[in-house]
């Protein structure tokens, strides 16, 4: 059974840094992409970033694209979320997700997924 365990969320200032991790458990971590995504208040969850398998190749949405960076240590299970310039829109619960492939290709090629961390940035 496949557990992912993230940390790293708190308050900051706006302008300021944050780093998330998502460490996994329960499978073969270097075989699978993983993604990120977040649910601020009233919304629906959203994509946020994702990296291949070894992680050669990554992909962000617009809104968070030059600012995270998703990274991947695959001989400690664990992905971060390296978080600058953070904005008050960026306050959400984060997610971590685990695919099925080792390419992320949609949410239906995720089957794991973490508890969340909060992240609130102030203004």
């Known amino acids: 059974q496949v557990q992912l365990v993230e940390s790293g969320g708190g308050l900051v200032q706006a302008g300021g840094s944050l780093r998330l991790s998502c460490v996994a458990s329960?499978?073969?971590?270097?075989?699978?992409?993983m993604a990120w995504f977040r649910q601020a208040p009233g919304k629906v969850r959203e994509f946020v970033a994702t990296?291949?398998?070894?992680?050669?190749?990554?992909y962000y949405v617009d809104s968070v694209n030059g600012r995270f960076i998703i990274s991947r240590d695959n001989a400690k299970n664990t992905v971060y979320l390296q978080m600058n310039s953070l904005k008050p829109e960026d306050t959400a619960v984060y997610y971590c997700?685990?695919?099925?492939?080792?390419?992320?290709?949609?949410?239906?090629?995720?089957?794991?997924w973490g508890q969340g961390t909060l992240v609130t940035v102030s203004s």
């Open positions: 329960g499978r073969t971590f270097s075989s699978y992409a």
């Open positions: 997700a685990q695919g099925i492939t080792n390419y992320y290709r949609g949410q239906n090629d995720l089957d794991a």
């Open positions: 990296i291949n398998w070894s992680g050669d190749y990554t």
